[in-house]
Nanobody, 120 residues
Framework: DVQLVESGGGSVQAGGSLRLSCAAS???????MSWFRQAPGKEREEVAA???????TYVDSMEGRFTISKDNAKNTLYLQMYSLKPEDTAMYYC????????????????WGQGTQVTVS
């Protein structure tokens, strides 16, 4: 079975940085993967992803602060976050195995349990 395990979250002051990790098993990170987040009272949003061809994408407001990367040897996905802001506070989720829904949006078959990021 595919399992995704996030780690690296924590509490930091505004302007700080964190690196989140997503260790995958039963699935190669050399395929489409993504980071999502969900803040209290907010809808889940995608923050960064790899297309199936390996190209990284970002939400415009996060480009330059967040960097998505992966280590194929470790089969691990990362999200490096710099200059964190209080509005970045959320539960961050790793997702894998993308497909296009009937509405034309990318969706993901597998999800991790999440890691909490709190910025004060």
């Amino acid at each position: 079975d595919v399992q995704l395990v996030e780690s690296g979250g924590g509490s930091v002051q505004a302007g700080g940085s964190l690196r989140l990790s997503c260790a995958a098993s039963g699935y190669s990170v050399n395929n489409c993967m993504s980071w999502f987040r969900q803040a209290p009272g907010k809808e889940r949003e995608e923050v960064a992803a790899f297309f199936s061809d390996g190209r990284p994408t970002y939400v415009d407001s996060m480009e330059g602060r967040f960097t998505i990367s992966k280590d194929n040897a470790k089969n691990t996905l990362y999200l490096q976050m710099y200059s964190l802001k209080p509005e970045d506070t959320a539960m961050y989720y790793c997702a894998a195995d993308c497909f296009i829904s009937g509405e034309g949006d990318y969706e993901y078959k597998y999800w991790g349990q999440g890691t909490q990021v709190t910025v004060s």
